[in-house]
Nanobody
Framework: QVQLVESGGGLVQAGGSLTLSCAAS????????MGWFRQAPGKEREFVGG????????YYADSVKGRFTISRDNAKNTVYLQMNSLKPEDTAVYYC???????????????WGQGTQVTVSS
């Protein structure tokens, strides 16, 4: 089992930045691809980005490409989501996930965190 806990969410003005962290316990995340998803009120959960086991490859949704960056520190068992140039439409609960892959498919992920709220004001 892998337990995932997100942190770093909060309220930020449009154009600002936030860094989310996802701390894992139970097993080392070096065995897993990691992903970030988000869910806005009234909308389905959507893929934000994913990163390979080693961190050598990453993949992003078009809506965040060039603004968000995923990184990982396997020694700290932590994954990060750096979010720049935030927009009001980025407002959502952000979830991290661990699994065999790092694609945009839910089926790639086995373990999920509880989420952290990000609110971007205009």
């Amino acid at each position: 089992q892998v337990q995932l806990v997100e942190s770093g969410g909060g309220l930020v003005q449009a154009g600002g930045s936030l860094t989310l962290s996802c701390a894992a316990s139970g097993r080392t995340i070096s065995n897993y691809g990691m992903g970030w998803f988000r869910q806005a009120p009234g909308k389905e959960r959507e893929f934000v980005g994913g990163i390979s086991r080693s961190g050598g490859r990453s993949y992003y949704a078009d809506s965040v490409k060039g603004r968000f960056t995923i990184s990982r520190d396997n020694a700290k068992n932590t994954v990060y989501l750096q979010m720049n140039s935030l927009k009001p439409e980025d407002t959502a609960v952000y979830y991290c996930a661990a699994g065999n892959g790092f694609s945009g498919s839910y089926s790639s992920y086995t373990y999920w965190g509880q989420g952290t709220q990000v609110t971007v004001s205009s």
